[in-house]
């Protein structure tokens, strides 16, 4: 069942800017690692950002200066900060725990991100 819940998506002109947010609980923010994905229509899932549970990222080269992950372990929530929006980053976007490649939660919702040009 659903552990992470992701919001903050929406539609946004080319150049704006979205603030996701993903919510969990227990110990899965203390204690994993934390990442960022999308799918877009016809693509396959992929990882957009990661961070680790002492807090340093990593970046797709695609939102590389683009987009920032963050964590906050005592409230249990991951943010992706997105800027300088282009249409190429439509798509939902996921949060999951991670563990190398794997991810260790199912999938939730995702939220919905639109960037028209």
């Known amino acids: 069942q659903v552990q992470l819940v992701e919001s903050g998506g929406g539609l ?3 150049g704006g800017s979205l603030r996701l947010s993903c919510a969990g609980s227990g110990s ?3 204690i994993n ?3 960022w994905y999308r799918q877009a229509p016809g693509k396959q899932r992929e990882l957009v950002a990661a961070i680790t549970r002492g807090g340093s990222a990593n ?3 695609s939102v590389k200066g683009r987009f920032t992950i963050s964590r906050d372990n005592a409230k249990n ?8 929006l282009k249409p190429e980053d439509t ?5 999951n725990a991670k563990w190398g490649t ?3 939660y199912s999938w ?10």
């Open 102 to 104: 794997n991810v260790l």
């Open 91 to 95: 798509a939902v976007y996921y949060c």
């Open 59 to 61: 970046y797709a080269d």
């Open 28 to 30: 899965i923010f203390s």
């Open 33 to 35: 690692d934390m990442g």
């Open 77 to 84: 929530t991951m943010y992706l900060q997105m800027n300088s």
């Open 108 to 117: 939730g919702q995702g939220t919905q991100v639109t960037v028209s040009s």
């Open 12 to 14: 946004v002109q080319a």
